[in-house]
C-alpha cells in the first residue's frame, strides 16, 4: 500500500512540473541522410535522458529555458547544439562519421556507453564493443570477449588464459551469461581457453556487477548481456578473419528493404588440419554457428529470431599395437541456443517486449579400451519466457517497468557407465535428473527527486520450484545519482541477489565437464546484499570517463562440498555439498578513453574475498581461492597514421590463493606391506602465489580506406616478456641430487600471433 | 595476385608452427613457505596371535621424502624412539618396548572383542598424545578362490571370488585387500605400495552372507605369482579415512587437486590406533 501510494504522489507531482514545459521534438540523421534508431538524447542542466525511436526520432518534454542537447552514437561525432527552449520546438541532428572510426564502424544501440553512464543510476556497468575487442592482443591472437572484461575493473580471471570470470569476489558460477537473452552455460572453447562468442556477431556487451535493475536476476555477481548484431542490413556484406587458433566469418543479406534481413555467422578451429599437414594428429577442433533473422514489418514492431551452435570435439584412437584394439577417446560437447524477441512499441509511451528461449549444454565422454567402456554424459535444457513492459516520460526523466520471468531447467547433471574390469574401479552410476522452474516478477520507476537526484527504485521477487519444495526471495533493487554537474555525479546502489543454478565445480579452475545442479530440498537458493558507492565524471573536452567505485557483498548459502571430495566422475556429489558464507569488498577505478587517436583504458582494483563454512577450515574464514589483493590493467590503442595503429596490454595481478602440501606423514598400509604417504595442507587457502604480470603488443596494418575490399594484419605477440603467471604449485625433484623443491609453473610463455580480416 | 596468396598461406603456416613451438615460460621460485606443525603419528596393527605393533613417527616436511625415497632411511629419520607407550584395556596395562625404529610391540595381549583400549604416548622430544578404539570383531571369509583372467585382449587379471557372513544386529565396515607378496614387489613398494583396496558398509546385507567376484584392475599377473587377499573388520572412522584416500586416487594434477584434511582418532597426533585382525589368504597363481 505504502509503495502504491508513493508512486501516485510522484505521478501527481509530475503533473504540476508538466505545465511549466515545453516540448522539444527531433530526427537524429546521419550525413547520408538515413535515420538512427535509438541515438542516445541527453538534456543538460535537467539531465533529462531519451532515446530515438527505431526512425530516429525523438520527443522530450522539459522546462523551458537554455539548454545543451548531447546526441551521441557509437561510431559517430557527438553533436553538441545550445538552444533557448521557450516552446514546443523541431529540430533534425545530422551526425558525422567519427574521423578515428571510419575504418570500422559499429553499431551500439545501447544507451548506456560510458558518456552517459555518468548521467544515469547505474554503477558497476561497463560496456564493450565489437571495435573495443578486436583490437586488443590477445591468446593466440583470436580477439576474445571474456579476456577483454577480464581488463576491466572488478573482474578478475582465474587460471592463466582460461574464460573463467570472477566478478567482487563471487564464484566464476555466478555470473548470468546471456547471448540475445538466452543463458549460455559453458562459455569456452578450447578446455576453457577462448569463449564461445565469435567476435565478428558482437554489437554491444553491457557487464553489470552491481547495481542490478530489477528485470535481472538469477546469479548473485555479475550479468553479461551479449547482443547481436539487430540492425537491417541494408545491402550485402561480408567480413571474416583468419588467425592462427580459429578462422570466422560473416555475412549479411537483406531480404526486403527495410523490412528483413539475416546475417549467419561462423567460426572454426584448423589446428587440427594444420597439424595434419606437417605429419602430425591432433584430433580436435571447435566450431560455432551463429544466425539472426530480423524483421520490421512496421516501425512498431521489431521480430528477432537468432541460434548459436557450438562444439568442441575430441577424437583419439591410439593402436600402438596395430592390432585394432587400441584406445579409443571421445569427448563432445556443446551450446545451443534459439532466442526470439519481439519488440512492440504501443501508440501510447508505452513499449513492450517479450522473448522465448531454449538453451542447452551437454557434454559426452566416452572411452573404450579392449572390452572396457566409460561413457560420461551430462546434459542441461532450458525454456524461459521473458516480458517486460515499459513506460517512459522522457520530458519528465521518468520511467517504469514491469515484467515476468519464467524459466524450465531440466537436468541430467551426471551419468557414468562403465563395463568391463574398468566397472571394478568406477561403478556406473547416475545422478538423480532434476525438473526445477524459476518464476520471478519484476517492477521498478526511475524518477527525479530534484534536478540533481534521480532514483531507480525496483522490486524482484523471485522463486524456485523443485520437488515440490518452493523458495522465494524478495529481492529489493536501488539506486541513485546525485548530479555533482553536468558531467559528475555520485552514485549509491543496493541489490539483493537469489541464485537457483549452481554449477558443481573444483575450486581451482573450471571444466567443460562441471555440473549444473539446481537448488533441492537441502541446498538452498544462494543469496547476496550488495551495496556500492561511485563517483564518476565523464572529462567532455578530452572525452575520458572516470569511475571511483567501492562496494561491499555479503552472500549466503554458497556452494562448496565435504574436505577431500573427488568431483572427477562423480555421481553422488550431491550428499557431499555444503553451504556457507562469504563477504567481499573493494575499490574499483576506470579511466577510460573511448574516442580519438588515442584510446584504451587504465583499471585497477583494490579487493577482498572471503568464504565460511563450518565443514572447511576448522570453521575459520579463509581467503577465495581469487582473492586477488591488486588487480590492473594498461590497455592502449593508437592509431599511428590513417593505416597503421598498435596496441598495448600490461597486466597486473596479485597471486592467486592455493592450498599447498606443506608437510606429510606416513602409517601402515592396510596390507602391512610398506608405508602410506599421506600429505598434509596448509589452512585453506593459506598461501598467496607469486603475482602475476604481463605485456602484449600488437600491431595492424590496414588498407586504404574508401576501397570496397578493405582488409587488415594484425601481428604482435602474447607475454612478450616470457613469466610464468603461476597456475599453482608443484614439487619438483633436482635429477642430480634428489633434491626436492616448490616451483610455480606458469602455462603460456612468449606467444606470436597472426591474424588477417577482411570486409567488404 | 597468384604469389600474394601463396605468400598470405606460407605466413600463416610459419605463425601457426611458431604458435605451436612456442616457449613455455620458466616456472617460478617460491620465497616462502608455512610449515606443518610437528606431531606424532601412530600406526598400529594386531598379528593374530594377539601381538600388537605400533609405529611411531613424526610428521615431516613436503621437501623432506617423496615416493622415490629411501624407505629404510625415512623411516630411520622420522621414527619416534624415546616414547613410553601404554596400552591400557579391560584387562589392565601394557607398557610396550621398542623393538626397532619407531616401532613398539607387545605379545600375548588378551584382546577381548567389543572392548575399547586406550592408547597413551609421552615421548620428552615430540609430546604426549592419546587414543581410543574398540577391538573389531574378527570377520573370516566363508569362500574364497583366486585365480588368473585372461580377458581376451592380452591381459592377465586376478579374478577373486568370496563370501563371508556379516554379523546380525550391529553396524559393520569391511575393507578387503589384494596385494603381491613377491619379494621383489615388497621390497620395491615399500613407499605407497598401492594395494587395491575394496571398502564395503553393511547397509544391503546386515546380517546376511556376502559374495562379490571383482578382478583386479589394472594389474597384469603370470602364473608363480603370489598375492595376498585380506578381510579387515573395520571401525567407521578407519573406514572413512580410507574412503577418502580412494576417492583422491584419481588426484593427478596437483595444482587442480582439492586439500584434503585427512581425519584422525589420535588426540594430539595424527594417524589411527586400529584394533581389528585381518583374515588373510594367499594364492599362488597357477
Not at chain 1, 591472437?141 to 577480464?150: S, Y
Amino acid at each position: 500500500m505504502v509503495k502504491i501510494l508513493t508512486f501516485v504522489l510522484f505521478f501527481l507531482n509530475s503533473l504540476v512540473l508538466l505545465a511549466q514545459q515545453a516540448s522539444l521534438s527531433g530526427v537524429v540523421k546521419n550525413s547520408g541522410g538515413e535515420f538512427l534508431p535509438l541515438a542516445n538524447v541527453l538534456i543538460l542542466p535537467d539531465s533529462t535522458i531519451a532515446t530515438a525511436g527505431n526512425d530516429g526520432s525523438f520527443t522530450v518534454y522539459t522546462r523551458k529555458g537554455r539548454k545543451e542537447v548531447i546526441i551521441t552514437y557509437t561510431g559517430l561525432e557527438t553533436v553538441h547544439r545550445r538552444i533557448n527552449l521557450q516552446a514546443d520546438t523541431v529540430l533534425t541532428f545530422v551526425m558525422t562519421t567519427k574521423v578515428s572510426e571510419l575504418r570500422e564502424v559499429t553499431v551500439n544501440a545501447n544507451r548506456y556507453s560510458s558518456e552517459d553512464i555518468v548521467q544515469s543510476t547505474r554503477t558497476g556497468t561497463t560496456t564493450l564493443t565489437q571495435l573495443d575487442i578486436n583490437g586488443i592482443p590477445v591468446l593466440g591472437g583470436e580477439a576474445d570477449l571474456i579476456k577483454t572484461l577480464q581488463l576491466l575493473p572488478g573482474t578478475v580471471r582465474g587460471v592463466e588464459g582460461s574464460s573463467d570470470l570472477f566478478v567482487r569476489g563471487g564464484a566464476a558460477d555466478q555470473n548470468l551469461v546471456l547471448l540475445d537473452g538466452a543463458p549460455i552455460y559453458n562459455t569456452s572453447h578450447l578446455f576453457g581457453f577462448l569463449s564461445v562468442f565469435n567476435p565478428s556477431i558482437l554489437d554491444n556487451v553491457e557487464a553489470i556487477n552491481g547495481g542490478f535493475p530489477a528485470e535481472y536476476g538469477g546469479r548473485l555477481s555479475s550479468v553479461l548481456n551479449i547482443s547481436t548484431n539487430a540492425d537491417l542490413a541494408e545491402r550485402t556484406k561480408a567480413s571474416g578473419d583468419i588467425g592462427l587458433i580459429a578462422s570466422r566469418i560473416y555475412v549479411e543479406q537483406p531480404l526486403v528493404k527495410n523490412k528483413a534481413s539475416f546475417w549467419i555467422a561462423g567460426r572454426r578451429t584448423y589446428i587440427d588440419q594444420v597439424v595434419r599437414a606437417i605429419g602430425e594428429e591432433l584430433p580436435y577442433f571447435f566450431y560455432d554457428i551463429n544466425g539472426k533473422l530480423i524483421l520490421q514489418p512496421s516501425s512498431r514492431n521489431k521480430l528477432e529470431f537468432s541460434f548459436y551452435d557450438g562444439e568442441d570435439i575430441l577424437d583419439i584412437f591410439r593402436d600402438r599395437n596395430n592390432d585394432g584394439d587400441g584406445f579409443l577417446t571421445s569427448y563432445v560437447s556443446g551450446n545451443t541456443s534459439q532466442s526470439f524477441r519481439w519488440a512492440h512499441s504501443f501508440k501510447s509511451e508505452w513499449k513492450s517486449s517479450l522473448s522465448l528461449t531454449r538453451s542447452a549444454y551437454r557434454y559426452n565422454i566416452s572411452n573404450s579400451f579392449e572390452e572396457n567402456t566409460l561413457v560420461a554424459l551430462s546434459d542441461i535444457e532450458d525454456y524461459s519466457a521473458k516480458t517486460i513492459f515499459r513506460k517512459e516520460h522522457e520530458g519528465m526523466n521518468t520511467a517504469f517497468q514491469f515484467g515476468a520471468d519464467w524459466i524450465r531447467h531440466s537436468i541430467s547433471p551426471s551419468i557414468i557407465n562403465t563395463t568391463g574390469t574398468i566397472s571394478e574401479l568406477l561403478e556406473s552410476s547416475a545422478s538423480r535428473g532434476k525438473l526445477a522452474h524459476e518464476l520471478a516478477l519484476h517492477m521498478q520507476k526511475e524518477f527525479p527527486l530534484s534536478q540533481a537526484w534521480l532514483v531507480n527504485a525496483g522490486f524482484r521477487m523471485s522463486a524456485g520450484l523443485v520437488n515440490g519444495k518452493k523458495y522465494f526471495v524478495p529481492e529489493p533493487r536501488l539506486s541513485m545519482r546525485y548530479a555533482l554537474s553536468k558531467d559528475q555525479s555520485l552514485k549509491l546502489s543496493y541489490s539483493r541477489m537469489a541464485q537457483y543454478m549452481h554449477r558443481i565445480s573444483n575450486s581451482a579452475v573450471t571444466t567443460p565437464t562441471d555440473v549444473w545442479y539446481t537448488v533441492t530440498d537441502e541446498i538452498a537458493p544462494q543469496t547476496s546484499h550488495q551495496i556500492a558507492a561511485a563517483w564518476q565524471r565523464f572529462i567532455t573536452r578530452q572525452k575520458i570517463f572516470i569511475s571511483a567505485e567501492t562496494y561491499y557483498k555479503t552472500m549466503r548459502d554458497l556452494i562448496g562440498y565435504e574436505e577431500g571430495t573427488n568431483l572427477f566422475f562423480n555421481t553422488d556429489f550431491e550428499s557431499k555439498l555444503i553451504q556457507g558464507s562469504g563477504r567481499a569488498y573493494g575499490l574499483e577505478f576506470l579511466a577510460r578513453k573511448e574516442t580519438g587517436r588515442f584510446t584504451g583504458w587504465i583499471s585497477y582494483t583494490l579487493s577482498w574475498s572471503r568464504r565460511h563454512f563450518e565443514e572447511i577450515n576448522d570453521g575459520q574464514w579463509f581467503p577465495s581461492r581469487y582473492d586477488r589483493r591488486h588487480n590492473g590493467a594498461i590497455v592502449t590503442q593508437y592509431s599511428i597514421g590513417k593505416r597503421w595503429a598498435a596496441s598495448i596490454v600490461w597486466e597486473f595481478i596479485s597471486g592467486a590463493r592455493f592450498t599447498p602440501v606443506v608437510g606429510q606423514y606416513v602409517i601402515l598400509a592396510p596390507t602391512l606391506t610398506g608405508v602410506d604417504l599421506i600429505p598434509l595442507y596448509s589452512g585453506i587457502n593459506q598461501v598467496k602465489l607469486a603475482d602475476s604480470h604481463r605485456l602484449d603488443a600488437g600491431i595492424k596494418f590496414m588498407s586504404k580506406t574508401g576501397k570496397k575490399f578493405q582488409w587488415q594484419w594484425f601481428a604482435g605477440v602474447y607475454n612478450s616478456y616470457n613469466r610464468a603467471s603461476p597456475v599453482g604449485m608443484i614439487i619438483e625433484q633436482n635429477e642430480d641430487d634428489n633434491s626436492l623443491r616448490y616451483l610455480q609453473p606458469g602455462l603460456f610463455g612468449l606467444l606470436p600471433f597472426i591474424s588477417y580480416g577482411f570486409k567488404f | 595476385m597468384r604469389n600474394k596468396g601463396k605468400l598470405a598461406i606460407g605466413f600463416l603456416i610459419t605463425g601457426m608452427l611458431s604458435f605451436l613451438i612456442s616457449c613455455l615460460p620458466d616456472p617460478l621460485e617460491v620465497d616462502s613457505m608455512p610449515k606443518a606443525n610437528a606431531e606424532i603419528v601412530v600406526s598400529t596393527q594386531i598379528v593374530p596371535d594377539g601381538s600388537l605393533i605400533v609405529l611411531l613417527t613424526r610428521t615431516f616436511g613436503a621437501l623432506e621424502a617423496s615416493d622415490d625415497s629411501d624407505p629404510e632411511e625415512l623411516l630411520e629419520f622420522i621414527s619416534v624412539n624415546d616414547a613410553l607407550v601404554i596400552l591400557e584395556g579391560p584387562q589392565g596395562r601394557d607398557t610396550l618396548p621398542l623393538l626397532r625404529n619407531g616401532v613398539y610391540g607387545g605379545s600375548f595381549i588378551p584382546f577381548a572383542e567389543g572392548e575399547k583400549y586406550n592408547l597413551y604416548i609421552n615421548s620428552a622430544e615430540s609430546g604426549e598424545i592419546s587414543a581410543t578404539t574398540e577391538v573389531k570383531r574378527t570377520v573370516d571369509f566363508s569362500k574364497i578362490d583366486a585365480e588368473l583372467f585372461y580377458n581376451g585382449f592380452g591381459d592377465t587379471l586376478a579374478q577373486i571370488t568370496y563370501t563371508f557372513n556379516d554379523a546380525p544386529e550391529e553396524k559393520n565396515w569391511y575393507m578387503i585387500n589384494v596385494q603381491e607378496v613377491e619379494r621383489e614387489d615388497f621390497v620395491e613398494n615399500l613407499l605407497n605400495p598401492r594395494a587395491f583396496t575394496i571398502l564395503l558398509a553393511d547397509d544391503e546385507f546386515n546380517g546376511q552372507a556376502y559374495s562379490e567376484k571383482f578382478r583386479v584392475f589394472p594389474r597384469d599377473y603370470e602364473p608363480g605369482d603370489t598375492i595376498a587377499v585380506s578381510l579387515s573388520n573395520i571401525s567407521e572412522e578407519y573406514y572413512q579415512f580410507m574412503k577418502l584416500r580412494i576417492d583422491n586416487r584419481f588426484t593427478f594434477v596437483e595444482f587442480v587437486s582439492e586439500p584434503v584434511d585427512y581425519p584422525s582418532n589420535v588426540a594430539g597426533g595424527k594417524g589411527y590406533f586400529n584394533l581389528y585382525v585381518p583374515d588373510v589368504e594367499l594364492f599362488v597363481f597357477e
